[in-house]
């Protein structure tokens, strides 16, 4: 369950919410002190939350993973649980998680933390990427194993809605993407998510 | 590329106890004694070099337990990778029971911490403690709220007389990809507020010291396996550098007093030292002037 928004990103999240708007988001006429922000978030909660559900009843049929000295065992169970999820998602596509309402708002987020930060820490953020040469995230695509997890910017994380501790953000080039950690799988991306 | 043979004979000869390693370390009675590595698991030989040059080493010095710096495992993660990036070169040091603490690297599949000889206990990162001494293991690769929230806690919570924080980032370094200045930006209030001693990282392929930042002992060791030579660079703010060869530490913690020394991977003692351990200061007084380091 995701938790309630930090003062931080309130904060964020009211200066962005003209972006939302902008989108196109449905105008509440009759709840005027409804939020198109917060409107977009309980949207991607919910999301995330019918993933997680359907993840669960996934993660039953192959069995939880304790650890274990066999590396065979880990990998066989990873290799089961991502086939799962990609047979029970095979009709996922781009935007079913990072809608476009939700896609707009967070790229407004990040294109703001971005411009806040010094260009030494922006030069950092650029060299992370580079170890990730022609790689094109894509939905249901396993990350591949041979690609480092760039490692993602510790002070860009704070706005972004928190996940569940089985799912993850990732920054590929300039996508966003949303990851199964354990079984590796690309649930859905952003593209144009981060500054270039 | 060298023979089976040749490398037969080079293995024999790292490993063999009399060539005596020089062990600068007091080895006192009740001591804390582990190994750090970084950037390991590379499967190659430079790997293999290195890790009959710890062998070499435990044999006179010898350690209960080691902290690996992340890029455990460099690219595919198989069965046969594990084996050949990890428990062959180390088999020796394995079968004596000594204990590998490895935190994540940008390389490292995270479902590493399911692999039980890392001992991460299936999570990404833990503390543990040996004797007068908490070890804090953090995930660099994704700091996320509820990890620092995790770390701020332990931190407080944490009645040991020495705070080591590790982890696959360095916070200081020369070298080329420069410091994680955002890494450092959420860590270090963290590690000077609640007084921590000393931080290891990897990443960057070669050795680093660095005079106290805010009273804390930074070291990168990420040259286990890797290299990227000529990649420090000279500045004030350190106290020593190594980037000609592979390079592991050695380290010893005796009461107030942490011994290490530094080795090459052929067996050169590259950098030696005594730090005296950063009193515990109240959270109002972050700043206040760091511990003297000086030369055994």
Not at chain 2, 189 to 199: C, M, N, R, S
Request: hydrophobic share 40%; aromatic share 10%; net charge positive.
């Amino acid at each position: 369950m995701l938790r309630a928004l930090d003062f931080r990103r309130l904060v964020l999240v009211v200066s962005a919410g003209a972006a939302v708007a902008a989108t196109g988001c449905k105008k509440e006429e009759t709840k005027p002190a409804a939020n198109p922000t917060d409107t977009v978030f309980a949207d991607f909660a919910k999301r995330i939350d019918g993933y997680v559900k359907l993840r669960k009843t996934l993660v039953d049929s192959v069995g939880e993973l304790d650890p274990t000295k066999s590396q065979a065992e880990i990998t066989t169970r990873a290799t089961k649980l991502a086939n799962s999820i990609i047979a029970a998602r095979a009709q996922a596509k781009p935007g079913d998680i990072f809608t476009p309402e939700f896609s707009a708002l967070i790229a407004t987020l990040i294109k703001q933390e971005y411009s806040r930060r010094p260009d030494s820490v922006q030069e950092t953020r650029e060299d992370q990427q580079d170890e990730l040469p022609n790689f094109v995230p894509k939905v249901n695509q396993l990350y591949p194993t041979t690609y480092p997890l760039a490692t993602f910017p510790a002070t860009l994380l704070p706005i972004l809605p928190p996940l569940p501790e089985a799912l993850e953000y990732r920054i590929v080039q300039n996508y966003l993407v949303l990851r199964d950690i354990e079984a590796n799988v690309i649930l859905d991306v952003m593209p144009n998510a981060v500054p270039t | 590329m060298r023979s089976r043979f040749g490398t037969a004979i080079l293995a024999a000869i790292l490993t063999a106890a009399p060539l005596g390693a020089q062990v600068l370390l007091p080895m006192k009675s009740g001591s804390v004694r582990f190994l750090v590595i970084g950037d390991a698991g590379t499967g190659g030989r430079e790997q293999y070099d290195v890790a009959n040059q710890i062998i070499r080493y435990d044999k006179t010095f010898p350690f209960t337990f080691a902290l690996m710096l992340g890029d455990n495992i460099y690219g595919s993660e198989r069965p046969q990778d594990f084996d050949r990036k990890f428990t062959r070169p180390y088999k020796t040091l394995l079968d004596k029971g000594i204990e590998f603490n490895a935190a994540l690297g940008n390389h490292d599949d995270p479902n590493q911490r399911f692999y039980k000889p890392f001992n991460l206990g299936g999570n990404r990162y833990r503390t543990f403690k040996k004797g007068n001494v908490r070890f804090f293991v953090i995930d660099s690769n994704y700091l996320d709220p509820e990890q620092l929230k995790w770390l701020d806690k332990e931190l407080a919570a944490s009645g040991s007389d020495w705070k080591i924080a590790y982890f696959h980032h360095p916070l200081y370094t020369t070298a080329r990809r420069g410091p994680e200045v955002e890494v450092r930006a959420v860590l270090e209030p963290l590690f000077v507020k609640h007084g921590v001693d000393v931080v290891f990282s990897g990443h960057e392929h070669i050795y680093e010291r660095y005079k106290p930042q805010k009273g804390i002992y930074y070291f990168t060791v990420g040259g286990a396996a890797k290299l990227r030579k000529g990649d420090t660079h000279p500045s004030p703010m350190l106290a020593a550098r190594f980037d000609r060869d592979r390079s592991f530490l050695l380290a010893e913690i005796a009461g107030d007093s942490l011994y290490f020394q530094t080795v090459s991977r052929t067996g050169a003692v590259v950098d030696k030292g005594v730090l005296a351990r950063r009193e515990v200061r109240p959270p109002a007084t972050p700043t206040a002037a760091p511990a003297a380091a000086k030369t055994p």
